[in-house]
């Protein structure tokens, strides 16, 4: 298996060893395969695409077909010790209530985000007035399953609304290293901002 991408790697490494963990809209399952062989964690991934959750399966993971849009109510309070969900919170339908439940069904969350504060798609706005793409956000206008666009300002206030609070943040830039100036300006330099949650 291939090595995981930088941000995924910054999840990994915020798992604790032998932690219970549940990654909403895992994908094709490969952090979860990584957290098992390299953290000993244990836990299932949701997914709702067929075509991931094939992949999950071929990569040894313990996959439920489920829309998270739907809510955690399969899964008990504190019934993990860390609840993932990377690059997935633009695309639900309540992100607030999302959060809730994440804090509800997990002791920790690990949040991965696209800034859409970040200073290219600024000026791709700007400048040639039509909706922007990058790395982070690769999908045309009329054909993205980005729903809610959110910045690193917007999610904090959200977290302090919700009583959630940040324990720590991590921005990455277009190549998924830190920017230079992340640690100043981050919602306008960092393309991708992780966070790693939990109850207030």
Not at 60 to 80: H, P
Not at 145 to 160: A, G, S
Request: charge should be negative; include cysteine; charged fraction near 25%.
């Amino acid at each position: 298996m291939s090595p995981l991408r930088e941000d995924l790697q910054i999840v990994a490494n915020w798992v604790e060893e032998g932690a219970r963990v549940l990654d909403l809209g895992c994908g094709d399952g490969r952090l979860l395969r990584h957290l098992f062989e390299q953290r000993r964690a244990t836990g299932y991934g949701l997914e709702i695409d067929p075509a991931g959750i094939t992949d999950s399966i071929a990569n040894g993971v313990n996959v439920i077909e489920s829309d998270i849009d739907e809510g955690l109510s399969d899964f008990d309070d504190d019934a993990f010790d860390q609840v993932i969900l990377t690059q997935t919170l633009q695309a639900v339908r309540r992100p607030d209530q999302l959060l809730r439940e994440m804090m509800r069904v997990g002791r920790a969350g690990i949040v991965t985000f696209p800034n859409f504060a970040y200073y290219r798609l600024r000026w791709h706005l700007a400048v040639r007035g039509r909706m922007p793409m990058s790395n982070a956000l690769s999908y045309a206008w009329y054909e993205t399953p980005n729903i809610h666009f959110c910045t690193i300002r917007d999610f904090e206030v959200l977290c302090d609304g919700l009583g959630i609070h940040i324990l720590e943040r991590r921005v990455l830039s277009h190549e998924l290293k830190r920017p230079l100036v992340g640690g100043l300006l981050p919602n306008l330099f960092g393309e991708v901002a992780l966070y790693r949650i939990c109850r207030a």
